[in-house]
């Protein structure tokens, strides 16, 4: 395999979008470090994930829970999941602090990167606009306490060193 582009699928929770855009984003970085990306929404994503030598899975955080569709396939790929390399990321806080300071994984995202073994979690800001739909998200922003809280160099660098051991682990030729 030392000639073959690392495969990597990166799926994702996303209720308004937000999180969607934060994995697009890390598989353009790891497509442009040399790996084969596939981004999909987690409720679409195959539970047998033999065609892949690493996965990244995203969920954003909605009172404190994971979105429900990356905490399924968790537990429906939990097998496969463990036979390869696997980051977990959440975003969620309207607020700067996900770029300030380190924010540990909710207690079930915890528990599912310690089911995973997963190789780290890290907690991005989050979006939240006008354009978002319901009744509490519309409250949230007409409160003031919405807007655009990502960090996309932060997101960029976090991709980078997944590229990074990905290309290490699989003997990928092309580096970051």
Known sequence: MANQE?????????????????AVHIGEVLNK????TTVCPAGEAA??????????????????????????????ARRSLRKRPVWLFSSGPLDPSASERE???????RRIADRLDAEGHITFGGRL???????????????GKGGDFRDFGQITGWAQTIARDVAARTGASRGT
Request: glycine residues 12%; charged residues 25%.
């Open 47 to 76: 539970t047998d994930l033999s065609a892949y030598d690493a996965a990244v899975l995203g969920g954003g955080l909605y009172a404190g829970r994971w979105h429900r569709d990356a905490v399924r396939l968790a537990h429906r």
């Open 129 to 143: 606009d006008e354009s978002a739909r319901g009744r509490i998200a519309r409250m949230i922003v007409k409160s």
């Open 6 to 22: 690392p495969r990597v699928l990166i799926a994702y929770g996303s209720k308004y979008g937000s999180t969607k855009e934060i």
């Open 103 to 109: 924010i540990p994984p909710v207690r079930g995202v």
């Open 33 to 36: 470090a040399g790996c084969a």
